[in-house]
């Protein structure tokens, strides 16, 4: 089960203002999450946020939101962003394979995770992309998603399944400017 860049998009679950100074080691998350974005919009894939009752947790933070269209930024009361359905109406929700960064582990990205899996998404959880404000919670959460099905991952797995092979103009420049 690889991941295709033409069958997946990147979820953005819950990284915002006044939620992400809890999380345990947040700014290798955001980083780690910028850094996918980045190469999810070099190889076509769409990103998708969530926003978790955004009048009391405030919006996704800066870095993470800039650049995406507000068609493509769910505000969300469930915890799953799958919770409603208004997820699979927005742009890449319609895709097979979802790629999930975000937090918290154990809540909102645990509870997407499942709720996709049920609906038979293929999901590949970013392992150094979420977080939790405690590590053991993080833990928990992971291991219990591959349990139900996903398949938990690194960013340079999935930046370079999405490129899919060397030597093109692609590679290079995502290369280049991404990988060291």
């Known amino acids: 089960m690889r991941i295709k860049a033409t069958e997946s998009t990147l979820l953005v679950v819950d990284i915002q203002e006044r939620l992400f100074p809890a999380i345990l080691d947040g700014a290798a998350m955001a980083e780690h999450t910028a850094w996918l974005q980045q190469v999810a919009r070099q190889v076509g894939v769409p990103v998708l946020l969530t926003e978790q009752y955004s009048k009391g947790l405030g919006l996704t933070v800066a870095p993470l939101r800039e650049g995406v269209d507000e068609a493509a930024i769910l505000e969300k009361l469930h915890f799953s962003a799958a919770g409603d359905g208004e997820l699979?109406?927005?742009?890449?929700?319609?895709?097979?394979?979802?790629?999930?960064?975000?937090?918290e582990t154990h809540v909102?990205?645990?509870?997407?995770?499942?709720?996709?899996?049920?609906?038979?998404?293929?999901?590949?959880?970013?392992?150094?992309?979420?977080?939790?404000r405690r590590a053991s919670d993080k833990a928990l959460a992971l291991a219990r998603m591959r349990q139900a099905g996903a398949v938990i991952v690194s960013r340079e797995m999935v930046a370079f399944e999405w490129m899919e092979r060397a030597g093109t103009e692609l590679f290079k420049r995502i290369s280049r400017e991404f990988i060291r």
Do not use: Y
Not at 88 to 103: A, D, H, N, S, T
Not at 111 to 124: G, I, K, N, S
């Open 88 to 103: 699979f109406k927005r742009p890449g929700g319609e895709r097979r394979q979802f790629v999930i960064c975000g937090c």
């Open 108 to 132: 909102c990205v645990l509870q997407t995770v499942l709720d996709l899996l049920a609906r038979d998404h293929e999901v590949f959880v970013v392992e150094e992309a979420v977080g939790s």
